[in-house]
């Protein structure tokens, strides 16, 4: 640790206030615009030259975000002015390690004052150490976008062969029925706290955030009751569905051990040839709409859907050689889809290992 040296965090950086700018500005554009929870929404202009980091003010209190482009800082974020000469992609990482939930200020609704946090006591080392930190962290990074990318690009052919069977192509001679005529809502239910020395495979609303993926948990940590997730199902978020899209395609590996937050409603197939058409017809944009117009509730940040929305929705009841053929043709995608998410599981895994044993110092990385 000798070439490391303690400093304030406002010695290091100088954290500034994101701007104002309306939701029906965010729309159209070439710069990202900033929150507190990464990007949400374009904008035509830009307030900050990349790279660029911020952490989250508001809403999602101090997370950070790295910007390798210019971008609009907005006013839910806090966005770094000045790096005084130190890397910003080693100060994103640096940021990453820090708890700054203890600096939250406000009780109704909770911020981060950064004249606060620029107290905080922090260790760096010299630039030359920040650049390979940084660049070992980033390496596993980019492989996991790279992968990202690729999961985005397959789900994008999935949809065109979707539409191409079904939406573009129907078959007059099928009938219209419901999604409960092909798939059960399945609402098996356990309470983990009672199985307390169990370890349980959660499937959560923050786990789908954080790149789906699920967190083991120790039965006597889990609050309220779950459902017990089978094989071969979609978990479809009644929570605040007009905002966040979470639709979680699961496949035949799932642990007996699984588990799910009960804000995810199970829909399962009466039979297993019905998955890859289900998820298609529950993520296409007309259905999902649809379905997320019966939201309800009277807090803004907390409305949900009744889940008898979900299998109510008008279904086509297509053919059997029909459903063959394109099963034979979307298995192999999203089979590849998972080996990916597989593949950014484990990356991440090393990441996140690695990540505070290179910021402390503890571990070393020589030319």
């Known amino acids: 640790?000798?070439?490391?040296?303690?400093?304030?965090?406002?010695?290091?950086?100088?954290?500034?206030?994101?701007?104002?700018?309306?939701?029906?500005?965010?729309?159209?554009?070439?710069?990202?615009?900033?929150?507190?929870?990464?990007?949400?929404?374009w904008h035509n202009e830009y307030t900050t030259e990349g790279p660029g980091v911020t952490i989250g003010r508001s809403g999602n209190i101090g997370i950070a975000h790295y910007y390798p482009i210019d971008f609009w800082a907005h006013?839910?974020?806090?966005?770094?002015?000045?790096?005084?000469?130190?890397?910003p992609q080693f100060i994103y990482y640096l940021l990453k390690t820090i708890d700054f939930s203890q600096f939250n200020t406000?009780?109704?609704v909770p911020?981060?004052?950064?004249n606060h946090i620029h107290e905080l006591i922090v260790s760096i080392p010299l630039l030359d150490e920040q650049k390979r930190i940084a660049g070992v962290l980033s390496s596993l990074d980019d492989k996991i976008d790279l992968l990202n990318r690729e999961n985005a690009t397959l789900e994008a052919l999935a949809e065109t062969l979707f539409r191409h069977y079904f939406i573009e192509n129907p078959d007059p001679t099928w009938k219209e029925g419901k999604v409960s005529d092909i798939a059960i809502h399945r609402k098996d239910s356990i309470n983990p706290q009672k199985h307390s020395d169990e370890i349980f495979l959660h499937y959560s609303i923050p786990a789908y955030d954080n790149g789906?993926?699920?967190?083991?948990?120790?039965?006597?940590?889990?609050?309220?009751?779950?459902?017990?997730?089978?094989?071969n199902c979609i978990l479809f978020s009644k929570l605040n569905p007009h905002k966040d899209k979470r639709i979680w395609l699961l496949l035949d590996d799932i642990k007996p051990n699984a588990i799910c937050s009960t804000e995810f409603q199970i829909v399962k197939p009466q039979n297993d040839q019905w998955l890859y058409f289900l998820y298609g017809w529950l993520t296409y944009k007309e259905n999902y709409d649809e379905i997320a117009s019966g939201v309800s509730g009277t807090s803004g940040s907390h409305?949900?859907?009744d889940p008898k929305v979900i299998f109510d929705i008008e279904c086509l009841i297509v053919d059997n050689g029909i459903l063959a053929q394109y099963n034979e043709q979307?298995?192999?995608?999203?089979?590849?889809v998972k080996s990916n998410q597989q593949q950014m599981q484990t990356l991440a895994i090393q990441r996140d290992a690695l990540l505070p044993r290179l910021m402390s110092g503890e571990a070393k990385i020589y030319d």
Do not use: C, H
């Open 111 to 114: 911020s981060l004052n950064r």
């Open 106 to 108: 406000g009780s109704a």
């Open 75 to 87: 006013n839910t974020s806090l966005y770094v002015k000045d790096f005084k000469g130190n890397e």
């Open 212 to 231: 789906k993926r699920p967190i083991e948990e120790q039965g006597e940590n889990i609050q309220s009751n779950k459902y017990v997730i089978p094989q």
């Open 1 to 41: 640790m000798s070439e490391w040296k303690e400093y304030r965090l406002g010695e290091v950086v100088t954290f500034q206030r994101g701007f104002d700018l309306p939701k029906d500005k965010m729309r159209n554009g070439e710069y990202p615009v900033a929150g507190s929870n990464g990007v949400i929404g």
């Open 303 to 305: 409305q949900r859907i």
């Open 330 to 336: 979307i298995i192999p995608i999203f089979k590849k």
